[in-house]
């Protein structure tokens, strides 16, 4: 039985046509609400898609609103202050692969968004829902990326902003999530003790008229991270790849990436194919790593320790969906330890060009793991996924960030230096 969540019938959310639980089924209509009445199952998206055709997507814009015929956006999004961020390059990364020993490698790099991860995608979304619903404040709790994507994107928008951290970020994070002129609020405490205290200020006053992206607006949030699969499937030329390595947080991403290709095979877009799907986690935070070499379903909380932070939850709201879609596409989760992590980083960099932060060391850590252990295919058509810039999180390499030499200005000294 659908509930009441708003009295307005003028919001306009595209081909969205309700909120669904994904344990039990039951639809609500859309709103500022995330958890089921009836089992308290997470809720998500429902759509009546209508016809879309490759041609009509690529011959939008460059950017994710290409995709708004499958996303809860007005159909006008494309002309609203955003920061209309997608469309970032899938690498072909040669190098990378034979070093590693694979025939066919991509890096999907959301390095290139407007705030330099893939948070804005989320973000972007969120926004969106937040202006249907009349908020006049976006917020979050954040382990830092999300942070500054929602107070860039509060900014643009012309809405105030409050974001909650925990206190021990990365500087250059901490750095990037004041600078938009919203408030920043440091908590001393892990990040799933940072989002409990934001789930406690939606129902206070002083959260009134609030969105938290992450919270009261996740629904529509996490569909954001759909557009990662559209745009991969479109840059390969409208194909899913065989098998796809992605960082797992909250696991919102992988579990979105998976939806978004399943709506494309459904909506006859794509090839219906078999493609294995791999989560990676940092060693010092990786509960949804241990379920799964486990055999378990359930996934037991941790306390992050790891140099990631971006992936640091110890406590992963969609952790047994990951390990659901994990078993179903024969894929796996893996995890790496933070010297790993560097060493990943580096090599991305070496090979490749990319400079990925932390998280990026991750999942690329992980596929090399993957690559050894023999849980990868070779010869399959991979794709890998590097979430953020590493100029946020320049700590982790920063210990063997030195001169080769320090000479005089003059070739004698250069050709001493430099002679064997």
Known sequence: MALASTADTTLDFGPASALSCRECGTRYELGPIFACVECFGPLEVAYDFGPVTREEIAAGPANIWRYRKLLPVPVNVETRPNLQPGWTKLVKADTLAGELGLRSLYVKDDSGNPTHSFKDR??????????????????????GNLAGAVGAAAARAGLDSCVFIPSDLEAAKITMASVYGGRLVAIDGTYDEVNRFCSELIGDELGEKWGFVNVNLRPYYAEGSKTLAYEIAEQLGWRIPDQIVIPVASGSQLTKIDKGFRELIRLGLVEDKPYRVFGAQAEGCSPVSGAYKAGHDVVQPVKPDTIAKSLAIGNPADGPYVLDIARRTGGAVEDVTDGQVVEAIRLLARTEGIF?????????????????????????????????????????????????????????????????
């Open 356 to 420: 990925a932060e932390t998280a990026g060391g991750v999942t690329v850590g992980v596929l090399r793991k993957l690559t050894e252990n023999g849980l990868l295919d070779p010869e399959a058509e991979t794709v890998v996924l590097n979430t953020g810039d590493g100029l946020k999180t320049l700590d982790a390499v920063a210990a063997e960030a030195r001169p080769a030499a320090v000479i005089r200005p003059s070739l004698a000294a250069f050709r001493t230096a430099f002679a064997n």
């Open 122 to 143: 989320v973000v972007a979304i969120a926004l969106e829902a937040a202006r249907n619903f009349g908020f006049h404040t976006l917020s979050c709790s954040s382990t």
